[in-house]
């Protein structure tokens, strides 16, 4: 049994090998075109490189105004001095943080001394 995602993948395959078999033979046997009663070859040759020509520009350009969009609106990342002293700081912290932990245990550990009327 197929998948619908495996579906999906084989039509996608057809399709792409039919457009480019298609280009290929429009753009170096053209006259396949005459045969379909297509007149103006050289037009039809001219779009068929120019139409990608466009879209791939155009997609490049896409490409370009996302990323230094993204580059305008990204705030600057801060001083590698100011991510030092943050950790820093944070290790001083837990280090103060474990101290205070050992010295509760060494507390809780201690035997409590007896008074003379528990005796």
């Not at 001219?46 to 996302?66: D, L, Q, R, T």
């Not at 600057?76 to 001083?92: A, C, F, L, M, Q």
């Amino acid at each position: 049994m197929v998948s619908k995602d495996q579906t999906i993948g084989g039509v996608i395959f057809i399709v792409c090998v039919v457009i480019a078999i298609l280009y290929v033979v429009t753009l170096f046997y053209p006259q396949w075109l005459a045969g379909i009663g297509i007149q103006d070859v050289s037009s039809v040759q001219f779009w068929v490189v120019a139409i990608p020509v466009f879209i791939a520009f155009v997609a490049v350009m896409a490409i370009g105004a996302w990323i230094g969009w993204t580059m305008a609106t990204t705030p600057p990342p801060k001083p590698i001095e100011e991510i030092t002293g943050e950790v820093e700081e944070e290790k001083k912290e837990e280090k103060a943080e474990e101290a205070k932990e050992v010295e509760e245990a060494k507390e809780e550990k201690k035997p409590e001394k007896k008074t003379k009327s528990e005796k």
